[in-house]
């Protein structure tokens, strides 16, 4: 796996496929930058080896070059994130861009007008590939969240590239801590998928059955599998069409000898509101007009035991309607225990979605191994495919 580390940039331009994906209040100031913050160590790598930067990214999804999409709202935070004053192209391609590029200086940095502004991006078109890898000496794909598209910019454009280039620092630390979970974990490994529904994770606990040794199911997604054997949820979420499929989860589990943590209890509401009503129930005995919201103390403290005995941890989905308040509790008390396995050397990794903003909302972020970056991508590697932003590197 060939990454920055492996290349002196000296009097190279490196073109950075960054995700710089952010988001942006009304008068365009950047709300979170996080992604920016993550992009920074590659950046300084090539610019301290000697070399320029010309950075490339998507942001929101433009309809034709609509301005409050432009990339140039975030230049003066690139800039003082990165320390350096970033320099910009009002087009990622054609004679704008070659010529802002040609007239790069080493230790200069380059940002480039938001690729969708051409819909050749998304198509993966060749042309607008290969205009793009005029544009820098060397290709580095740094944008794990748009790994598992095979766009222009993240695929596409490294077949122009033959023998420079590489992945960047975060890339290629998202791919070292994915091994670390699906091919290297240090048992017992643990798999906790929470969040809404079955449907959208199906094909990732199937991907996962044969990597752990333990399964907590928790959030909205336990109760297809209660009702499927046979337990009271009131009105709580459920897919119907899935109780078979749920069944069939269990069975496959219990064949590979993993085993499948369930919520025993759950706080069940009486309204989908912040200040309902609520009481602690049975999982299996929620009363009719009431739903699980989120996890009870018993479960609380049977999954605390579960992660603290295990090495590895893969936390992907809340345990319960994290957003309200009142139904916080059990994805901040998991929060917690994975915090304390990770203290006394357990390898943690948070991704995909919503567990990640719970595990920043909540002050975990720091506690844990390491937080991924990639919602999709994350998804789609947990899913067992190997992304095509990744392949083109490594071909
Ligand atoms: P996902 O995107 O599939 O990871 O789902 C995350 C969403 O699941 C969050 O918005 C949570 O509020 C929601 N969720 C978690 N537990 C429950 C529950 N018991 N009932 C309804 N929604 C839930």
Known sequence: MKTIQDINFEGKKALIRVDFNVPLDENFNVTDVTRIEAAKPTIIKILEDGGAVVLMSHLGRPKGAQEKFSLKHIMDKVSEIIGVNVKFASNCVGEVAEKAAEDLNMGEVLLLENLRFHDE???????????????????????????HRAHASTTIIAQFFPESKCFGALLAQEIVSLK???????KPVLAILGGAKVSSKITVIEN??????????????????????GGKIGKSICEDDKQELALEILAKAKAKGVQVHIPVDVIA???????????????????????????????????????????????????????????????????????????????SL???????????????????????TGGGAMLESLEGKTLPGIEAILK
Request: hydrophobic content about 40%; some cysteine.
């Open 350 to 372: 948070v991704g995909g979605g919503d567990s990640v903003a719970a595990v920043k909302q909540f002050g975990f972020a720091d506690k844990v191994s390491y937080v991924s």
């Open 208 to 229: 996962i059955l044969d990597k752990v040794d333990h399964l907590i199911i928790g959030g909205g997604m336990s109760f297809t599998f209660i009702k499927a054997q």
């Open 269 to 347: 509401a009486d309204d989908f509101s912040n200040d309902a009503n609520t009481q602690i129930c049975d999982i299996n005995n929620i009363p009719d007009g009431w739903e699980g919201v989120d996890a009870g103390p018993k479960s609380r403290e049977i999954f605390d035991k579960v992660v603290n005995q295990s090495k590895t941890i893969l936390w992907n989905g809340p345990l319960g309607v994290f957003e309200m308040e009142s139904f916080a509790g059990g994805t901040i008390a998991l929060g917690n225990s994975i915090a304390n396995a990770t203290k006394n050397g357990t390898f």
């Open 180 to 186: 670390k979970i699906l091919e290297e974990g240090e």
């Open 121 to 147: 991006e998304k198509s993966g078109d060749v042309n607008f590939a290969k205009q793009l890898s005029k544009l820098g000496d060397v290709y580095v794909n740094d944008a794990f969240g748009t790994a």
